[in-house]
């Protein structure tokens, strides 16, 4: 069975430019969660889709971010336009329950650097 | 707001010693709580999680994590290194019924010495 697969593995690009990474879950979960990690710091959550629905989105840092999950499947998560501070990894994770029963499994991330 | 708080940023063990990476949590509930650990190139796995059945919890790959509610520590042990257990490792927190969301501490780097 196929893990969280994610794409890039590692972005760089100039601040000002724009990047798309995606997200594939494992088939059939349908919570799909962004975390960000920045260099030295924790693993911060962005948000969390149920389905292609946004559950919460409490993380997303600003209106530059712009997060999609069309049909359930799949999620992209864009940035427009990047900043340096927004380098740093990007996970992606998913599950099939939530709550107690949760098992996240988490794909290798993104690493985006923003020059 | 809750916290977890992991205690050095990387720890440095000899291949054989006892392994102890530290964790504390902050919160008047005690959360669930998790160990992550990330392999090079790899995306983070669960090691283990203590969901209030049994205070000491027994993982993969020989680690084992004791829940003390007293001192807020969720530290996670290995009695002896090997040079695979080298990676990053997470500890993080979840409470039922608040936000719904994982906390992550900020990562111990285990190096490994020969």
């Known amino acids: 069975e196929a893990g969280v697969t994610q794409f890039p593995s590692h972005s760089v690009i100039e601040k000002g430019q724009t990047v798309t990474l995606r997200c594939d879950p494992i088939?059939?979960?349908?919570?799909l969660y962004w975390y960000r990690r920045v260099m030295g710091k924790e693993i911060k959550f962005l948000l969390h889709?149920?389905?292609?629905?946004?559950?919460?989105e409490s993380g997303m840092p600003n209106n530059r971010f712009l997060a999609e999950r069309t049909g359930g499947t799949y999620s992209t998560l864009k940035v427009q336009p990047a900043e340096l501070e927004d380098s740093g990894v990007y996970f992606c994770?998913?599950?099939?329950?939530?709550?107690?029963?949760?098992?996240?499994?988490f794909g290798s991330g993104t690493q985006l650097s923003v020059l | 707001a809750q916290s977890v708080t992991q205690l050095g940023s990387h720890v440095s063990v000899s291949e054989g010693a006892l392994v102890l990476l530290r964790c504390n949590y902050s919160?008047?509930?005690?959360?669930?709580l998790f160990w992550y650990v990330q392999y090079p190139n790899q995306g983070l796995q669960l090691l283990l999680k203590?969901?209030?059945?049994?205070?000491l919890v027994k993982g993969i790959n020989g680690f084992e994590a004791e829940f003390k509610k007293s001192e807020t520590s969720f530290h996670l042990t290995k009695p002896s290194a090997h040079m695979s257990d080298a990676a990053e490792y997470f500890c993080?927190?979840?409470?039922?019924?608040?936000?719904?969301?994982?906390?992550f501490g900020k990562g111990t780097r285990l190096h490994i010495l020969p």
């Open positions: 994770a998913s599950s099939l329950y939530r709550g107690l029963r949760e098992k996240l499994f």
């Open positions: 088939s059939g979960h349908d919570n």
């Open positions: 889709f149920v389905k292609e629905s946004k559950q919460d």
């Open positions: 919160s008047s509930v005690p959360p669930y």
């Open positions: 203590y969901t209030s059945a049994a205070t």
């Open positions: 993080a927190a979840f409470h039922m019924n608040r936000d719904d969301k994982i906390i």
